[in-house]
């Protein structure tokens, strides 16, 4: 078994990010900005935050974060999505998700100029997405398909079942993976809450991805010998014994699927820097087209 290691991953992609901003300030020019916006006080979005501006310190990113009540109306929030698209000093930024109920996701979401749209939500980008042309990838799935490459897992011809369709991590993910190229050509199956028999299904996949939020949910009778399991589920466990009162749980029983996988993410330290470190990557990219327009 082979523990596709995400936090050393990451850590060499930001290094690389690292390098070219040095580059860009020895060179006079404007280091990328990304901007964070936050609507309420959920304790685990607030800390993917927090990680997100921290990650732009350690990268020599500008990064601004923008906190608004848990009270924020839909039309407060799209004036401040309106200045930030009209900042030109913000190369991208991203709303966190979940939103407060009063709120409208999809027209947050449509409200965000696509050429800032860095988390690749807008419809603009998730149908370029699609039709494989040059966009912003959503950064859960982008880091997924770089662990994927980084590791030369073979994708070709494999049989690749996601569980989950979020708008986020599920439905990109088996877009991605279907798609021409490497990662994918991939035979995709997307399964979610309404699959019948979904143990017939996942005993016959090469690759599983499992975007639920439900701990432990995959179990080893589920998979067969040499599978790749990629693990998106970051569930916070109660437990008393860890100083934060509380434990990242993954949705792979990790201790016995790891006994049959060939290559598997851990929780944490799998897919969760990576999708930090894409985050930046598809900044870089945002602040570098920016360039070009000028
Ligand atoms: N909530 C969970 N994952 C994400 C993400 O990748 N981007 C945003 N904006 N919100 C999220």
């Given at each position: 078994m082979i523990l596709l290691d995400g936090k050393k991953i990451s850590e060499d992609i930001?290094?690389?990010?690292?390098?070219?901003?040095?580059?860009?300030?020895?060179?006079?020019?404007?280091?990328?900005?990304?901007?964070?916006?936050i609507v309420g006080n959920d304790g685990a979005s607030l800390t993917y935050v927090g990680s997100k501006v921290k990650a732009c310190e350690r990268v020599g990113f500008e990064?601004?974060?923008v906190k608004m009540p848990s009270t924020t109306s839909e039309t407060e929030l799209l004036k401040k999505i309106k200045e930030l698209n009209e900042n030109d000093d913000i190369d991208g930024f991203i709303v966190q998700?979940?939103?407060p109920k009063q709120i409208d996701t999809q027209k947050v979401l449509m409200a965000i100029d696509p050429s800032k749209d860095v988390d690749g939500f807008h419809p603009e980008n998730f149908g370029k997405m699609a039709l494989d042309m040059s966009t912003f990838i959503p950064a859960t799935p982008f880091g997924i398909l770089e662990l994927l490459e980084r590791y030369n897992v073979e994708t070709q011809g494999k049989h690749t079942v996601v569980i989950g369709r979020s708008h986020i991590v599920g439905r990109p993910m088996s877009i991605l993976m279907g798609r021409k190229g490497f990662p994918g050509n991939s035979t995709v199956t997307l399964t979610h809450s309404h699959t019948k028999n979904i143990n017939q299904i996942t005993t016959q996949a090469d690759i599983i991805i499992t975007a639920l939020g439900v701990p432990n949910y995959l179990k080893a009778e589920m998979v067969k010998d040499d599978v790749v399991v990629i693990d998106v589920g970051i569930t916070r466990v109660a437990d008393e014994t860890t100083e934060k009162g509380y434990r990242i749980t993954g949705?792979?029983?990790?201790?016995?699927?790891?006994?049959?996988?060939s290559y598997i993410t851990p929780v944490p330290g799998g897919v969760g820097p990576m999708t930090i470190a894409m985050l930046l990557k598809n900044t870089l990219l945002a602040r570098e087209r920016r360039k070009l327009m000028k």
């Open positions: 930001k290094n690389e990010i690292a390098a070219e901003v040095a580059m860009m300030k020895a060179n006079g020019e404007k280091v990328p900005h990304l901007a964070a916006v990064s601004t974060l998700l979940p939103l949705d792979v029983d990790f201790e016995n699927v790891s006994k049959k996988a």
